[in-house]
């Protein structure tokens, strides 16, 4: 069942946390971007790439094609849109929409690959893998590593602002942390990105991610101080109660 986490004004509270955690996110990206506009790699992210390449997976290889076929840009597209389609069909049409904003990024972020056009790893360095769906555009930011933290940490904010259950928050938590951390091994295991590639797609994802989750929570805040009628429509019912509660 579907109920609120934490309340609507306790998520208001942390907005001064949120803007910094923007705030540095920021000056992260900034960086990061200069590095990669700069220098096509590194000689130590050449060495870890081969250090990291060095490990054999063992009966655990088989992850490398689950976690290839999870971050291909059709299989990734089409799990955003089944959720997207289930909110919407149970009535969290105001998270649906949010959630389906989560592309904006990854199409912009195609135009700031080609803009800063840093070099992906070439095979005569380390061993590449194509992987489901082939190798797309430049290097940074990694538009897998980015999509990881903005879609499943914008369904943890989500679980965690609107599920009553603990045992589902948890399950959620972990899965959406586990894949996380999961995909900047692996884009470096398989040749697809250098560790400052990674490193840039998850700042720009934690930046796109607070930045989406001020938007929620402004849009909340505005229906809750009666402006907005339209979004106001497509709150569930049970947020339109807890907030008739508030007034």
Known sequence: ?????????????????????????????????????????????????????????????????????????????????????ALWARRWRLEAVFVALALVPDALNILVKELIARPRPM????????????IQGYGFPSGHALHAVLFCGFLMYLTRLHVA???????????????????????????????IDVAGGYVYGVFYLLTLEAAYSRAMKCIRDGKGARLAELVHPSLREEMAKLE
Not at 174 to 180: F, T
Request: aromatic share 14%; net charge negative.
């Open 1 to 85: 069942m579907y109920t609120k986490g934490i309340s609507i004004q306790e998520d208001a509270t942390r907005l001064t946390a949120r803007q910094t955690g923007i705030f540095t996110a920021l000056v992260v990206m900034a960086a990061t971007t200069y590095i990669a506009l700069t220098v096509d790699y590194y000689g130590w992210e050449l060495e870890f790439s081969l250090w990291l390449q060095g490990f054999d997976l063992g009966w655990a290889d088989f992850l490398r094609d689950g976690l290839s076929f999870a971050g291909a840009r059709v299989v990734s597209g089409a799990a955003l849109l089944v959720v997207c389609v």
């Open 123 to 134: 095979a005569d360095l380390v061993d590449v893998a194509v992987g489901f769906g082939g």
């Open 165 to 195: 259950s603990p045992t589902l928050r948890r399950a959620v938590f972990a899965l959406g942390v586990a894949y996380i951390l999961a995909t900047g091994p692996w884009l470096i295991y398989d040749g697809r990105h250098w560790l």
